[in-house]
Nanobody, 125 residues
Framework: QVQLIESGGGLVQAGGSLRLSCAAS????????MGWFRQASGKEREFVAT????????YYADSVKGRFTISRDNAKGTVYLQMDSLKPEDTAVYYC??????????????????WGQGTQVTVSS
């Protein structure tokens, strides 16, 4: 069992930055691929970014590519999402997730077995 707790959300103006953190407890963090997903009000949950177990491979949704950066610190059991040049359309609840996946399958929520409770990100125009 893995428990995931997100933090770092908040209100920011368009063009600003936020850094989300997701701390894991329980089983060994480094054995899991980690992902960030988001869900805006009235919309389905969508993929944002994923990072491999080693941290060497990352993959991003086209909508955030070049603006968001995912990283992980296996020693601290934490995954991060640095969000720069934020836009109002980035407003959503952001969730981190842990699971087993490979390649482009990591943009699908189904391989992720464990989810955090979510943190709200609001970008004002």
């Amino acid at each position: 069992q893995v428990q995931l707790i997100e933090s770092g959300g908040g209100l920011v103006q368009a063009g600003g930055s936020l850094r989300l953190s997701c701390a894991a407890s329980g089983r060994t963090f480094s054995i899991y691929n980690m992902g960030w997903f988001r869900q805006a009000s009235g919309k389905e949950r969508e993929f944002v970014a994923t990072i491999s177990r080693s941290g060497f491979t990352t993959y991003y949704a086209d909508s955030v590519k070049g603006r968001f950066t995912i990283s992980r610190d296996n020693a601290k059991g934490t995954v991060y999402l640095q969000m720069d040049s934020l836009k109002p359309e980035d407003t959503a609840v952001y969730y981190c997730a842990a699971g087993y996946c490979s390649g482009y399958g990591c943009d699908d929520p189904r391989p992720y077995n464990y989810w955090g409770q979510g943190t709200q990100v609001t970008v004002s125009s």
